[in-house]
Every structure is written in structure tokens, then in C-alpha cells.
């Protein structure tokens, strides 16, 4: 079957974009075949988990080397049932530990906008002729959560919507596709959660339908790092995102 052009999809947050499944929980995804991801030493190659831990990465800002499995290849590979004629390209910008301030606009490499961008800008330049950036898969907030971060917390869906605008003027991609998650199951030590959720909830719809919230808010924490999502928690996760973003994407 010949291919059409390659979808791109950024996949950014922090820890749960990045993923800390088990590698060994990964299943055989039907249709991985057909996803690519742009490394950290950016190059196109066969998408593998864990698909943010190399070392080397260009843009050093944007690796902690703590990758496991993320719901990207599961995503890629649902995604392709929708899309059965494209190739999927993925292209992960997760960082952990960090709060969406520390993403705000700034255009040096050095930072975590900066360096997302420019790995947005360089996978496509690199990508088949004809590939183009589809949407944005965030899954962030978890820092804001804290006993401390109470403004930060009420204030996430403004900040995100600042990032957010900034990248599509970045891009030129006006009304870029976008899928919020909300945050996994609320932990006990974290007395800001449900206010974060609360706030991604809120952005359903936003931007005049470009962006959309799928929960995670039902899927099981690895035992003793519950803040953290298993293997089968985002296998799944990539699911939803995909029927989601298939909606969107008018498929």
C-alpha cells in the first residue's frame, strides 16, 4: 500500500507525556509498524518504546533520562487504524518534574518552549515531502498540585491557553489540533489535584473547538508511584487519545 504524507504529532508535558511505564509491560502494538518517532538525537527511525530515553539529545533541556512507556506507540498505532493510508510520526517533548511556567515562550533552545519548537520545526523539515504537524497531546499539571501551588493551580487553563497561543503563532499553524489530558486518580498528598482537573476540564472545547480534554482521571498509578501511570494505563490512555483526535481530525 503506498502511503500519503506523514501526520505529525507532538507529544509534551512532563512525566506522564514522557511516560514511566514498565518497557517490559509493553504489548505488540498491530500497527506500530507505521509509526515513526523523531529521536532525541534528532533522526526519523522505527518508533520503539521507551521513545524519549536516548541520551546525546540535541536539546539537552528536554531529556532527564527517565523515559519508560508513554501512549505514544499506542496512540500511533490506533491512530493508523483511522488513518489507514498515512504514516505516523511522533515526536516527544516531555520533561519531568516541570510546572507549565517553566514552558512559557522564549524562543532559546536552552528552554523547554525554545526546544520544543525548534524539535516541532526540525522533525518536519526532515520528514517526507508533503508531512505536516497535525496537533498537540499535553498531558502536564501534576507539579501545580502541590500544598504550595494553590495559584498556579487556579490559574493552569489561563497559562496553558498563553503557551498555547504562542505555539500556534510560533508553528503557523493557526488553531492547531489540540488534546489536553486530564490528570490520572487524585493522590491524597496532593490537595490541589481535582483544582488542576477541574481547570483541564474547562478547556474542552476552548479556541473554538481546536482543543479538547481526554481524562485519564479513571486509570491506575503504578503501585507506591500512583502520581505515575502503568504500561496498561497508557496503552489505554493512546486509545482515547486516537478516537479523540480521529473526531477532530474530521477523519
Known amino acids: 500500500m503506498s502511503l500519503q504524507p506523514m501526520d505529525l504529532f507532538l507529544f509534551s508535558g512532563q512525566s506522564n507525556s514522557d511516560g514511566r511505564g514498565a518497557p517490559s509491560d509493553a504489548p505488540t502494538f498491530a500497527y506500530g509498524f507505521r509509526v515513526k518517532s523523531w529521536t532525541r538525537a534528532e533522526a526519523w527511525m522505527d518508533a520503539c518504546e521507551p521513545l524519549g530515553s536516548e541520551t546525546g539529545a540535541v536539546y539537552s533541556v528536554l531529556s ?12 500511533g498505532s490506533s491512530i493508523a487504524i483511522y488513518r489507514p493510508q498515512r504514516e505516523v510520526g511522533l515526536v516527544h517533548c516531555g520533561k519531568g518534574s516541570t510546572f507549565l511556567s517553566d514552558w512559557a515562550r522564549n524562543l532559546s533552545t536552552s528552554t523547554l518552549y525554545g526546544a520544543m519548537l525548534a524539535r516541532a520545526q526540525a522533525a518536519l523539515a526532515a520528514a517526507p515531502a508533503g508531512a505536516s504537524i497535525k496537533a498537540l497531546i499535553w498531558y502536564q499539571g501534576e507539579s ?6 494553590g495559584a498556579q493551580a487556579e490559574s493552569w487553563a489561563a497559562t496553558f491557553l498563553a503557551m498555547y497561543d504562542s505555539l500556534c503563532s510560533d508553528l503557523g499553524i493557526p488553531g492547531l489540533t489540540c488534546i489536553v489530558t486530564e490528570l490520572g486518580i487524585n493522590p491524597a498528598s496532593h490537595p490541589y489535584w481535582s483544582t488542576v482537573q477541574a481547570q483541564q476540564r ?14 485519564a482521571a479513571d486509570l491506575a498509578g503504578i503501585v507506591g508511584n500512583e502520581v505515575h501511570l502503568t504500561t496498561a494505563s497508557q496503552v489505554t490512555l493512546g486509545q482515547r487519545y486516537a478516537a479523540k483526535m480521529a473526531a477532530m481530525l474530521a477523519v
Open 64 to 75: 532527564d533520562g527517565k523515559a519508560g512507556v508513554s501512549a505514544g506507540i499506542s496512540f
Open 144 to 149: 501545580e498540585t502541590g500544598r504550595a501551588f
Open 202 to 215: 474547562s478547556l474542552d472545547g476552548a479556541r473554538s473547538g481546536a482543543i479538547a480534554c481526554v481524562s
